[in-house]
C-alpha cells in the first residue's frame, strides 16, 4: 500500500495562499483523504479531510482532483504561525492507525 | 469541541524503573481514545486504541500496557522502561463508536527519555 507523495519543503510569504500538493494516485474508493500539521515538539493538529469533493472549514480548503489521484491543501491567508509540517495521509473508513509519511515542511516568511 | 491534556510534558527515567502517563479528556462522551509513539525519523505508531472502559486493543507486542478506568481517562504504563521506550507519546481521541476511521484529535504529547 504505497504511502502518499509530498514536496518535502515550500516557502509562503505571509498573508499570501500556501498551496501544498500531495499525490495519492493509488487510493482506494473507500478511502479518505486526511490533512493534518505539526509543529515543532507539538502534537499534531487535525487539518481537514474530504472523500471526493472538495471541503473547506475555517482553517483551509481541500481541493481533490476529479480522479481523486491528487489533492492540494490551500490555507487562504498564511501566517508566521502556519509553518509547520504538513502531511497528508490517506485513510480507509474503519482504519485505526493514521500512518503519517515525511511531510512537507512549509516555511511561511515575512 | 474536545480538549485533550497529557501529562508530564517531559519526563526522564531510568532504565528498569516503572512509567505511567496520563491522557484525560474534556467535551466528549464515550470517545475512542488511541496512545501513540513518535519516533525520530519513524513517523506514528500506534500502540494502544480503547472503544469503552475497560476495552483495551493492543496493536503492536511490547513492553508496554494501558488501561482505561474511566471514560474519559487513559493511562500507558510500564513495569520496566527499555531505552527503546524513548520517544514522544501521544494520545488522541476520535468520536465514539466501535469502528474505526473516526477524525482523530491529538493532545500536545509526552517526551519521554530513557537513560
Known amino acids: 500500500d504505497a504511502k502518499t507523495t509530498q514536496p518535502t519543503s515550500m516557502d509562503c510569504a505571509e498573508g499570501r495562499a500556501a498551496n501544498l500538493p500531495c499525490n495519492h494516485s493509488t487510493i482506494s474508493g473507500n478511502e479518505y483523504v486526511y490533512w493534518y500539521r505539526q509543529i515543532h515538539s507539538q502534537g499534531p493538529q487535525y487539518i481537514i479531510h474530504?472523500?471526493?469533493n472538495n471541503e473547506t472549514n475555517e482553517m483551509a480548503s481541500l481541493i481533490i482532483t476529479e480522479d481523486r489521484k491528487s489533492s492540494t491543501l490551500i490555507l487562504p491567508h498564511a501566517t508566521l504561525r502556519d509553518t509547520a509540517v504538513y502531511y497528508c495521509i490517506k485513510r480507509s473508513g474503519s482504519a485505526r492507525q493514521l500512518t503519517f509519511g515525511s511531510g512537507t515542511q512549509l516555511t511561511v516568511l515575512p | 469541541s474536545q480538549t485533550i491534556h497529557q501529562w508530564p510534558a517531559t519526563l526522564v527515567q531510568p532504565v528498569g524503573s516503572p512509567l505511567s502517563l496520563e491522557c484525560t479528556v474534556e467535551g466528549t462522551s464515550n470517545p475512542n481514545l488511541y496512545w501513540y509513539r513518535q519516533a525520530a525519523g519513524r513517523g506514528l505508531q500506534l500502540l494502544f486504541y480503547?472503544?469503552?472502559?475497560?476495552?483495551i486493543s493492543s496493536e503492536v507486542p511490547q513492553n508496554l500496557s494501558a488501561s482505561r478506568p474511566q471514560d474519559r481517562q487513559f493511562i500507558l504504563s510500564s513495569k520496566k522502561l527499555l531505552l527503546s521506550d524513548s520517544g514522544f507519546y501521544l494520545c488522541?481521541?476520535?468520536?465514539?463508536?466501535?469502528?474505526?476511521?473516526?477524525?482523530?484529535?491529538f493532545g500536545p504529547g509526552t517526551r519521554l527519555t530513557v537513560l
Open positions: 480503547s472503544v469503552g472502559i475497560g476495552q
Open positions: 488522541a481521541c476520535g468520536a465514539g463508536g466501535a469502528s474505526g476511521g473516526d477524525t482523530q484529535y
Open positions: 474530504g472523500l471526493k
